[in-house]
């Protein structure tokens, strides 16, 4: 059975730090591209990193570079998301998202192209 199971989600005071982790399992873990989608209320998923353990090749929105760092434990088959210098506007449900190939082709599928999606965690910034 496919699993992606997200933690580390919480109410975090603006400025601060938080890491996220997506647990993996029933599915080769180096050949997927593995990341982040988000969603705040009253919008769309956005798609924000993600990582291939195989090479560690990595993707990042513009939106987040900079404050936003993924990474992978292959012998944990679980991925990471740190995020520094919280804001209010990264309040927002994150979803972590599979998907076979590389994090190009996982940035540029979208949320409608995942092969397997967690349950979210939510991240709540207050300012």
């Known amino acids: 059975e496919v699993q992606l199971v997200e933690s580390g989600g919480g109410l975090v005071q603006a400025g601060g730090s938080l890491r996220l982790s997506c647990a993996a399992s029933?599915?080769?873990?180096?050949?997927?591209?593995i990341g982040w989608f988000r969603q705040a209320p009253g919008k769309g998923r956005e798609g924000v990193s993600c990582?291939?353990?195989?090479?560690?090749?990595?993707y990042y929105a513009d939106s987040v570079k900079g404050r936003f760092t993924i990474s992978s434990d292959n012998a944990k088959n679980t991925v990471y998301l740190q995020i520094h210098s919280l804001k209010p506007e990264d309040t927002a449900v994150y979803y972590c998202?599979?998907?076979?190939?590389?994090?190009?082709?996982?940035?540029?599928?979208?949320?409608?192209?995942?092969?397997?999606w967690g349950k979210g965690t939510l991240v709540t910034v207050s300012s």
């Open positions: 990582i291939r353990s195989s090479d560690s090749s990595t």
């Open positions: 029933g599915f080769s873990f180096d050949d997927y591209a």
């Open positions: 998202a599979a998907v076979k190939g590389s994090p190009w082709r996982w940035a540029g599928l979208g949320d409608h192209g995942m092969d397997y």
